[in-house]
């Protein structure tokens, strides 16, 4: 199983629109193959911080599905980022 982590930081005047340009890409990865979980949400207290945690079966299903990533308009609005991914040995 590979965990992908972390945070990202947006302006915090456009945090609510980044999310929900997320949308989508939270409806693809949860029916593409191999996706267990997957978020983007906003942080409680820091009006710029958005979290990120995905759960995938495998790399290469991870890989697929990164083959998409972001469009360049939502990449744009990204101004740090810190996520790590995980791989976890099969129970």
Not at 51 to 72: I, K, N, T
Not at 76 to 88: F, G
Request: charged share 30%; with cysteine.
């Amino acid at each position: 199983m590979i965990i992908v982590a972390g945070h990202l930081t947006v302006d915090a005047g456009r945090r609510e629109s980044y999310l929900t340009a997320c949308e989508a890409v939270v409806g693809a990865a949860r029916k593409a193959p191999g996706c267990l979980d997957f978020a983007v949400t906003a942080d409680l207290i820091e009006a710029d911080r958005v979290y990120v945690y995905e759960r995938w079966e495998s790399q290469s299903q991870l890989d697929d599905f990164r083959g998409s990533g972001p469009d360049d308009d939502q990449a744009r609005e990204i101004r740090s980022m810190a996520v790590s991914e995980y791989r976890l040995p099969d129970a």
